[in-house]
């Protein structure tokens, strides 16, 4: 093991609890689903901007387009963007859960691609901690009523986050990370703006809850993204995404300290589960 990988497993750790904030601060505006979702890219490629520009101030590498970085942009916008509308007809939690299979999904495709089947310990791992979801979800009551095209939209999210996983792990090596996730950020922002400018009220509750946009852009956009470029580089797709189980758990297990809501002895099961395939996988990896 080399200090790279110990420090990509640390990233996607910090970015999947950073992730589990995002609804505290969602709570916290009076924005649209839109709205917050299109502030998190765009303040992130406002962030990003000057350190590129310091980048080619010193030349440390010449500016370039990547199309994969552009792509796994689109990819995670879609993916919030999906989740969004899933969430309007099908309850949150089935949403949720719809859209954690993507890193079965990126896991799946990485092995068909690369002809390799993963290790049964990374298998066990992965699949702990996608039980421990499902306990969580099921435990809490979750609703499985709802119209069919919010099933097709919560598995569409979850595709769609593969996608973004499984293509920043194809972004050239020479292309710096400050510079993949400006392209994430851009093209992020290129698909998020026309949903917003379709909503009603595109900029409603901006004045009032820009304090949270902008920890919203700052964590949960331009950190978490800078986080997860530079993992997902570094672990397989099975090893990030066990590792990214831990945000839903976080999210609810904030609902549970801040906003007091019950959670049942189940789900209780279910974080276990999740916080011990994380940590192992974290704490004591295989080979790589």
């Not at 099961?269 to 192992?280: D, K, T």
Request: aromatic share 12%.
């Amino acid at each position: 093991m080399n200090k790279s990988y110990y420090s990509a497993l640390a990233a996607a750790v910090l970015a999947a609890v950073l992730m589990g904030l995002l609804g505290f601060f969602v709570r916290q505006t009076e924005c649209s689903a839109q709205g917050c979702s299109f502030a998190r890219f765009a303040i992130g490629l406002v962030l990003m901007v000057p350190m590129l520009a310091m980048q080619c101030r010193k030349g440390q590498g010449s500016f370039r387009f990547s199309a994969s970085a552009a792509f796994s942009g689109a990819g995670i916008s879609l993916c919030i963007l999906f989740y969004f509308i899933a969430i309007t007809r099908i309850s949150v939690g089935i949403a949720a859960l719809l859209l954690y299979t993507g890193p079965v999904f990126a896991a799946v495709g990485e092995a068909l691609w690369q002809r390799r089947l993963p290790a049964a310990r990374e298998v066990l791992l992965m699949a702990g901690s996608l039980l421990g979801i499902v306990l969580v979800t099921l435990f809490a009551g979750g609703d499985w009523s709802g119209s069919l095209s919010g099933y097709i939209y919560g598995l569409l999210s979850g595709a769609c986050y593969a996608a973004y996983i499984l293509a920043n792990r194809q972004i050239p090596a020479e292309i710096s990370l400050s510079q993949r996730t400006f392209w994430q950020f851009a093209a992020g922002c290129l698909v998020l703006l026309p949903p917003l400018l379709l909503t009603a009220e595109p900029y409603a509750g901006i004045q009032e809850g820009w304090p949270y946009l902008l920890c919203i852009g700052i964590l949960q956009g331009f950190a978490v993204l800078l986080l997860v470029a530079y993992a997902v580089r570094r672990l397989s797709a099975i090893e990030f995404g066990t590792i990214s189980y831990l945000e839903p758990a976080v999210a609810v297990l904030l609902g549970y300290l801040v906003y007091a809501e019950a959670i049942t002895p189940g789900q209780w099961v279910g974080f276990a589960l999740v916080l011990l395939s994380s940590a192992v996988q974290t704490l004591i990896p295989g080979k790589s």
